[in-house]
């Protein structure tokens, strides 16, 4: 019995597996990854605070999509940025994410690492206790990451108009290349997918239902893709918030050209 033990013991410990390719790679550079992302975008937001900023986010119609929707209440101290305020609800989609769970249970609890490898834990409880039940709030922060959506696709709008000018820039190119993706992060999300096509006996058992299912079918075949939209807009809106930076703060000169007067 005690030599059984033993090798139960040996069989358990962590990391140990029969495969010889290298496991470790892909949460390693997913840990890498989001700790760079973290790193960049908190430093970034917390520079936005002062009056005039620490590093200016804004350079004519062009805004950091980390401050969009600009607010600036009196009641805020200078010292506060105002990224603080908004930054709560685009994050609150991108952490709860099916695939970034996966993404970071592998890469920071080990749970598991990888297929096949022994993980840390010894037992599994899921979501069900603090914090992770809160990983159930995904189908609510949906909404949020909807809604700023719009919002970003209104200021990428809005980049195409200078001092009165219809025009296009390079930083009007990347807000708008920036929007589209966060859409399409956000389209191709599992719970807009449910949201759509869920709850559902018969497909065609009506108009509105064959609607639905056509809205369905295409949004599943944006989900196949979903890790795709979730890497690439993280690294737009991080690319987006750095050329911003960089213009507002004099380091490079955008480039854009006017194609016409812009009537109020």
Same mark, same amino acid.
């Given at each position: 019995?005690?030599?059984?033990?033993?090798?139960?013991? =040996?069989?358990?410990?962590?990391?140990?597996?029969?495969?010889?390719? =290298?496991?470790?790679?892909?949460?390693? /550079?997913?840990?890498?990854?989001?700790?760079?992302?973290?790193?960049?975008?908190?430093? $970034?937001?917390?520079?936005?605070?002062?009056?005039? *900023?620490?590093?200016?986010?804004?350079?004519?119609?062009?805004?950091? *999509?980390?401050?969009?929707?600009?607010?600036?209440? @009196?009641?805020?101290?200078?010292?506060?940025?105002?990224?603080?305020?908004?930054?709560?609800?685009?994050?609150?989609? =991108?952490?709860?994410?099916?695939?970034?769970?996966?993404?970071?249970?592998?890469?920071?609890?080990?749970?598991?690492?990888?297929? @096949?490898?022994?993980?840390?834990?010894?037992?599994?409880?899921?979501?069900?206790?603090? *914090?992770?039940?809160?990983?159930?709030?995904?189908?609510?922060?949906?909404?949020?990451?909807?809604?700023?959506?719009?919002?970003?696709?209104?200021?990428?709008?809005?980049?195409?108009?200078?001092?009165?000018?219809?025009?296009?820039?390079?930083?009007?190119?990347?807000?708008?290349?920036?929007?589209?993706?966060?859409?399409?992060?956000?389209?191709?999300?599992?719970?807009?997918?449910?949201?759509?096509?869920?709850?559902?006996?018969?497909?065609?058992?009506?108009?509105?239902?064959?609607?639905?299912? $056509?809205?369905? @079918?295409?949004?599943?075949?944006?989900?196949?893709?979903?890790?795709?939209?979730?890497?690439?807009? /993280?690294?737009?809106?991080?690319?987006?918030?750095?050329?911003?930076?960089?213009?507002?703060?004099?380091?490079?000169?955008?480039?854009?050209?006017?194609?016409? *007067?812009?009537?109020?």
């Amino acid at each position: 019995m005690a030599q059984a033990s033993t090798t139960l013991g =040996r069989e358990r410990r962590y990391g140990k597996t029969q495969r010889v390719d =290298r496991w470790w790679l892909e949460p390693l /550079l997913v840990a890498f990854g989001l700790v760079s992302f973290i790193v960049y975008s908190t430093v $970034s937001a917390l520079m936005g605070a002062g009056d005039p *900023p620490i590093w200016a986010y804004e350079a004519g119609p062009y805004l950091s *999509p980390f401050f969009e929707p600009i607010i600036k209440p @009196a009641w805020l101290p200078s010292w506060v940025s105002p990224a603080l305020l908004i930054l709560g609800g685009p994050l609150s989609f =991108r952490m709860t994410c099916y695939y970034y769970r996966r993404a970071y249970y592998r890469s920071f609890f080990m749970s598991p690492p990888a297929c @096949a490898v022994v993980e840390p834990a010894k037992s599994y409880s899921g979501e069900t206790r603090f *914090p992770l039940f809160l990983q159930k709030l995904h189908r609510y922060a949906l909404y949020i990451a909807l809604a700023f959506n719009m919002l970003l696709w209104y200021g990428a709008i809005k980049s195409f108009y200078w001092e009165g000018e219809i025009g296009i820039g390079v930083g009007s190119v990347i807000m708008t290349a920036n929007a589209f993706l966060l859409m399409m992060y956000s389209l191709s999300c599992h719970s807009l997918r449910h949201l759509v096509g869920g709850g559902l006996d018969c497909f065609s058992c009506s108009n509105f239902t064959n609607t639905r299912y $056509s809205v369905w @079918a295409r949004i599943s075949q944006w989900n196949e893709h979903h890790r795709f939209w979730a890497w690439a807009s /993280l690294i737009s809106v991080g690319v987006t918030d750095l050329y911003i930076r960089l213009v507002a703060n004099g380091v490079v000169t955008d480039l854009h050209t006017f194609t016409a *007067p812009f009537v109020h």
